[in-house]
C-alpha cells in the first residue's frame, strides 16, 4: 500500500540521517540525536503537508500520556479526557498497527521514530477526525528522538498560530497547550499487572468461547511471557530519563499508580485541575491575574468574621446575646424542620433587626461562623390603612421586612450510613504516594499570588461618614443588599431589572464606631 510504502522510506531515511549525524566527529551524542529529530521532523511534516495540503487542523491542547506497561494508560485516558473536556484519544498500539511495525511490538522492542511520527502527524492534524479542541496520546514518547518530536511539535503548532493570527485561518491554528502525564509504577508491579491482563483475557475469551456470543479479546505476545514483560519495563526504564527532559519545556505530572484505581483518578483530578496561569495565553492571564480568587477571598474575609464576632461580644454584648436568643428562639426552629432540604427562608420584622443594622450584621456573621450560607435583603411591603368609600382609593404604607435565605450543605439520609468511614485508602499509604505535578520556570506566572491577594486586600481608611464602605463584609458566599426604598444606603454596581443600580447596607452611626477601626 502507499501508506505502508510511506513508513518504510521514512524509516529508510531516518537510518541515513543518522548515519550522517554520527558520521560528525564534531558533534556530541545530544547534538546527533537533536539533529537527527530535526531532520526526521522535517521530512514526516512535509509528508505530512503534501497528504494534507492546508486542510489540517491543529489542535488546542495535547495530553501527553506515558508510563511503564501495566500503569493503567488504557484504562486512564477516558478519565482523563472527561477531566480535561477532550473528545478524542489516540493510541499508539492501535495507531501503529501496520505488519511492519507489529513485527517490531510482538518482539519488545521500540518502532523506528520516523514510522511512529508519520502516523502520529496524521491523526492529530488530519481535518476528518480533529475537533481542533484536543486529544490525549498514549505511549508517546518514548526516546530521546520522540521527546525532541514533541517539542518541535509544540514549536512548529506556535509558529502557526503567530503567522495565523488576526486571519480567515486563525481558528485552524489555535494557541498549543501541552501537558505531560507520567503514571508510574515499579518493575514488580508492572510486571504483575501484564501477566494478570494476560490471565484475564484468556479468562474471558474462553467464556466467549463457551457461551457463543461476545467479542474475542487480542492477547498480547508480550504479557504471556515473564521475561518479555519483564524487558518491556526495562526498555521503558532506559529512556525514562529522556521523557524527564520535558519538565524543562511543559507542565509535567508525575502519578502514583502503585495503589488503587480510585487513588491514582484522585491524582489525576488534582493534578490536571484548571489552572489559568497555564491554560490562559499569557496577555489573557496577565489582564486578570490581579483579581483575587475567590479562596483567598474567602480566607481574608474569614479572618475578618473573627475580629468581628469578639469585637461584637465585647463592644455591643446586650445587642449580641439578643440576636442570640432571636436566633435561638426563631431561626433554629425553622432551620431544624428544613434540615433535610438544604435551605430556609426567615422573614422578620423584629425590632431589633428594624432598629440597626449592626443587628442584622450580627445575625449574619453568627449564622456563618455555625457554617451556614446567608443571603439578606430587604423587602419593600405595602399594607393597605384606610379605604376613601366615596372614590374607592386605597391609602397605604410601606413596612419593610428583613427576609435572609439560609443554605446549607446537605447529605442524602441514605449516603450517610454509607458514606461514614469510608476511605479508600490508610493515612499511611497516602503518606507514599509520590505524585506530583512539575511547571518549568519559564511557565510559572503565578510565583506571586500571595502579593496579589494582599493588594486586593489593602488596608481600609477609617471610616468616613456618607460614603460607601466597599471593604469586604461577609465571610463566604452570603450576599448583603436592600431594595432602592431604604434610607440609609451606599451604591454598588450591581444593577436592577428597571437598571437602577441595587444598594448595600451602609455601616454608618455611632454602633459602627469601633467596626471601623482597622481589621487587618
Not at 431561626?331 to 443587628?359: F, T
Not at 397605604?396 to 428583613?402: L, M
Request: overall charge neutral.
Amino acid at each position: 500500500m502507499e501508506q505502508g510504502a510511506s513508513l518504510s522510506e521514512q524509516a529508510g531515511n531516518a537510518r541515513d540521517i543518522q548515519d550522517a549525524a554520527q558520521a560528525g566527529p564534531t558533534l556530541s551524542a545530544r547534538e546527533q540525536t537533536r539533529l537527527k529529530a530535526q531532520l526526521i521532523f522535517d521530512a514526516c511534516w512535509k509528508s505530512m503537508e503534501q497528504r494534507l495540503g492546508e486542510r489540517y487542523v491543529c489542535p488546542r491542547e495535547i495530553v501527553w500520556l506515558n508510563g511503564a506497561p501495566g500503569s493503567g494508560k488504557g484504562t486512564n485516558v477516558p478519565f482523563i479526557m472527561k477531566s480535561r473536556g477532550l473528545s478524542r484519544s489516540v493510541g499508539m498500539s492501535q495507531l501503529l498497527d501496520s505488519p511492519e511495525i507489529k513485527s517490531y511490538v510482538d518482539r519488545g522492542e521500540l518502532v523506528p521514530d520516523a514510522m511512529v511520527l508519520d502516523a502520529l502527524l496524521d491523526a492529530i492534524l488530519n481535518p476528518e477526525v480533529n475537533d481542533g479542541a484536543g486529544l490525549v496520546i498514549d505511549g508517546f514518547p518514548r526516546t530521546a528522538t520522540q521527546v525532541d518530536f514533541v517539542k518541535l511539535l509544540y514549536d512548529k503548532l506556535m509558529d502557526r498560530h503567530a503567522r495565523n493570527a488576526d486571519s480567515a485561518d486563525e481558528w485552524r491554528s489555535p494557541r498549543p497547550s501541552f501537558k505531560v502525564v507520567i503514571l508510574y509504577v515499579d518493575e514488580k508491579e508492572s510486571v504483575n499487572r501484564q501477566m494478570k491482563r494476560a490471565e484475564l483475557t484468556s479468562l474471558h475469551n474462553e467464556r466467549v468461547r463457551d457461551a457463543g456470543t461476545g467479542d474475542v479479546w487480542n492477547v498480547r505476545a508480550t504479557d504471556v511471557n515473564e521475561a518479555l514483560c519483564r524487558r518491556r519495563y526495562q526498555v521503558f526504564k532506559a529512556h525514562y530519563n529522556t521523557i524527564l527532559r520535558l519538565k524543562s519545556y511543559f507542565p509535567f505530572s508525575l502519578i502514583d499508580a502503585m495503589g488503587s484505581l480510585q487513588d491514582c483518578r484522585s491524582q489525576i483530578v488534582r493534578e490536571l485541575r484548571y489552572q489559568s496561569s497555564l491554560d490562559l495565553d499569557e496577555k489573557t492571564y496577565a489582564a486578570i491575574r490581579h483579581l483575587p480568587l475567590a479562596r483567598d477571598l474567602v480566607r481574608v474575609a474569614r479572618q475578618r468574621l473573627v475580629f468581628r464576632l469578639d469585637l461584637y461580644c465585647k463592644k455591643h454584648y446586650k445587642m449580641f446575646t439578643d440576636i442570640i436568643s432571636l436566633i435561638d428562639m426563631e431561626i433554629m426552629p425553622v432551620l431544624k424542620q428544613c434540615s433535610m432540604a438544604g435551605h430556609a427562608e426567615y422573614r422578620s420584622r423584629h425590632p431589633l433587626l428594624l432598629s440597626s443594622h449592626l443587628a442584622v450584621d450580627m445575625l449574619i456573621d453568627i449564622l456563618t461562623d455555625r457554617g451556614f450560607n446567608v443571603a439578606h435583603f430587604v423587602e419593600e411591603r405595602l399594607v393597605p390603612r384606610r379605604v376613601d368609600m366615596k372614590t374607592g382609593a386605597i391609602q397605604t404604607e410601606s413596612e419593610d421586612v428583613h427576609s435572609f435565605r439560609i443554605t446549607f450543605n446537605k447529605e442524602n439520609i441514605r449516603d450517610v450510613s454509607l458514606n461514614h468511614g469510608s476511605h479508600t485508602s490508610s493515612q499511611n499509604e497516602q503518606n507514599m504516594i509520590i505524585g506530583k505535578t512539575f511547571v518549568p520556570e519559564h511557565l510559572r506566572k503565578d510565583n506571586d499570588t500571595n502579593a496579589m491577594v494582599s493588594l486586593a486586600f489593602q488596608k481600609q481608611p477609617d471610616h468616613v461618614p456618607n460614603k460607601p464602605d466597599t471593604s469586604p463584609m461577609r465571610a463566604g458566599p452570603v450576599c448583603y443588599t436592600t431594595t432602592p426604598s431604604s434610607s440609609s444606603t451606599a451604591s454598588t454596581g450591581a444593577s436592577s431589572k428597571d437598571g437602577a443600580p441595587q444598594v448595600a447596607t451602609q455601616r454608618d452611626g455611632p454602633e459602627y464606631e469601633h467596626m471601623n477601626e482597622r481589621e487587618d
